[in-house]
């Protein structure tokens, strides 16, 4: 007789799950490829040009461009308000949206919202942790990203 629990782990072992998972790939899409991220307007977190061909700037993307560059990926920038990235996020469209969103964001339920990467005070002096959005369920990229966010000094 096969202990429950035991036929669970050998299942397992012979599937050769590997854990966290992404079902929809993202992390072997975007390593080595293109990691389609969508940037709202939050200075001094973001910031997008007045012209049509200027790059965003400000802290987020300089952290997703070194990002990229630790899983040899390009990235490709799309502009908008948060209500339209999300939805995008969440039809598979992009990859990640950054503009300044904190750990309170009313998108964490359409979503996963980062491991805040640094804190700092809002104007109301409330603290305030900042966090990016990436799609649901795509856990082995968001433990990547959440890996790099870590280690990085802010």
Request: aromatic fraction near 6%.
């Amino acid at each position: 007789m096969i202990i429950p629990g035991l036929a669970l782990l050998v299942a397992l072992t012979a599937c050769s799950a590997t854990i966290p998972t992404d079902p929809d790939g993202t992390l072997d899409r975007v390593s080595g490829g293109v990691l389609r991220v969508g940037v709202s307007p939050s200075p001094p977190w973001t910031d997008l040009p007045d012209g049509p061909d200027g790059e965003p700037a400000g802290t987020e993307v300089e952290l997703v461009e070194e990002f990229a560059g630790t899983i040899d990926a390009e990235v490709q920038w799309a502009a908008g308000g948060e209500e339209e990235l999300i939805g995008l996020l969440e039809r598979g469209e992009l990859d990640l949206v950054i503009g300044g969103l904190t750990a309170r964001s009313p998108w964490a339920e359409k979503a996963a919202l980062t491991y805040r990467y640094t804190e700092t005070t809002g104007p109301d002096g409330a603290k305030e942790l900042h966090v990016m959005a990436a799609p649901m369920g795509e856990n082995a990229f968001l433990v990547e990203l959440e890996g790099f966010l870590l280690e990085a000094d802010l």
